[in-house]
């Protein structure tokens, strides 16, 4: 059986833990509103025809990306999946670099190649978003398992959808992680959906976090529109992997606000569902907590938006004026 199947209480700034630190919290502030202002802007541009491709967008899903990467250190993995500009955001990377990469310009992380879904930058430990659904789930596990052979302590963290726990992928990772005790931990954000399939009619099970049992490992859920609960989990989750004593599933409950891509008509959901989860914004119920505490008031929340606007509004502008890659560039950056 898992060793818990634990709600994580909601906690915190006000609650009985001890109070974490105002310049943490105020950094998960700025992070959220990076991928906020950046998403806005990336669909605006979308639906203006200025970027290919497709677009998936994590509005509403952020506090689940800042969260669980404030819990790690800067050499640590992750993975994340075609609904991942929010997760490596949250992992580091530049405003500009992303925007650059989304209009396919030689100064994106992928020089262009790789477009929203394939976004990587090895040094930031950032080893993918994947476009394959779960493909992430199977690579964080190799990352960790490389982390033991080569005597660090560092671990990975596999950002995945309620979807691809129905993969196969996702049963092997969670099995070989548990069977080698890897330092992985796996962060389904359960957005209810996959693609226009509420999740109650493609999985039985109530809760994604359930499935840790039959690897004998922890499952834990957590409100995922909850910045400071998502990062107390994964924290613990962390130190549990660090510590050697193996992976944890983790489920965030959280709801994608805009459609699976931009242009998906959404009409397998009524609008008042996405009105109720619109309730819980995790940028406003945090900057509602942080007025309450005294650390960051209204105008000084706006404050932080202008400038992140403003720093999007740059990203374009670098992004439009970087060149296109050569064609003879096709040629680079493959194996042959
Ligand atoms: C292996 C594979 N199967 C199917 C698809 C098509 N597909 C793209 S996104 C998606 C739904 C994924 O749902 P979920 O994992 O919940 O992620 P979300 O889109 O909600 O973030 C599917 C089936 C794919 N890209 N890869
Ligand atoms: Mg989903």
């Known amino acids: 059986m898992a060793k818990s199947l634990q709600k994580t209480p909601s906690p915190v700034v006000d609650g009985d833990a001890p109070a974490l630190e105002p310049e943490l919290l105020l950094g998960f502030h700025r992070r959220m509103w990076s991928i906020r202002a ?5 669909v ?4 203006a025809g200025e970027l290919p491709g497709f677009l998936h967008s994590q509005i509403g899903q952020e506090a689940v990306c800042v969260g669980s990467c404030g819990a790690l250190r800067a050499d640590d993995y992750i993975t994340s999946t075609h609904r991942g500009h929010g997760d490596v955001i949250a992992k580091g990377m ?10 396919a310009r030689e100064t994106g992380y992928c020089r262009g190649k790789g477009g929203s879904m394939h976004i990587f930058d090895f ?24 982390a033991v052979l080569r005597g660090t ?16 992928a996702f049963h092997e990772g969670l099995n070989l992680a548990s069977v080698w005790s890897l330092p992985v931990i796996f962060v389904c954000h359960n957005n209810e959906y996959a693609e226009s399939t509420p999740r109650l009619t493609h999985q039985h099970v109530a809760d994604v976090a359930q499935r840790a049992a039959a690897y004998d490992m922890p499952g834990v859920i957590v409100d995922g529109m909850d910045v400071v609960a998502v990062y107390e989990t994964i924290t613990a989750a962390v130190s549990r992997a660090r510590a050697g004593d193996g992976p944890t599933l983790v489920e965030a409950k959280t709801y994608r606000f805009l459609g699976h891509y931009i242009g998906d ?10 009105a109720e989860w619109r309730k819980r914004d995790p940028i406003l119920l945090f900057e509602h907590r942080l007025a309450e505490s005294g650390i960051l008031d209204e105008d000084a929340a706006r404050a932080v938006e202008a400038e992140i606007r403003q720093e999007v509004e ?22 042959a």
Do not use: H
């Not at 950046?38 to 990336?42: I, Q, T, Y």
């Not at 530049?94 to 209009?103: G, S, W």
């Not at 008509?265 to 996405?274: G, H, I, K, Q, S």
């Open 38 to 42: 950046f998403e806005e802007k990336a």
């Open 44 to 47: 605006e541009l979308f639906q």
């Open 94 to 103: 530049r405003l500009d670099r992303m925007m650059a990469e989304l209009f």
């Open 123 to 146: 040094s930031l430990g950032i080893l993918g978003a994947n476009g394959i659904v779960g493909a992430g789930i199977v690579i964080a596990p190799g990352a960790a398992l490389s």
């Open 153 to 168: 302590d560092q671990v990975a963290l596999a950002f995945f959808g309620d979807g691809a726990s129905n993969e196969g």
């Open 265 to 274: 008509p959404l009409n397998y959901r009524a609008a008042e569902e996405a």
């Open 314 to 335: 740059d990203a374009v502008v670098f992004a439009r004026e970087s060149p296109l890659p050569s064609p003879e560039s096709a040629f680079e950056d493959v194996y």
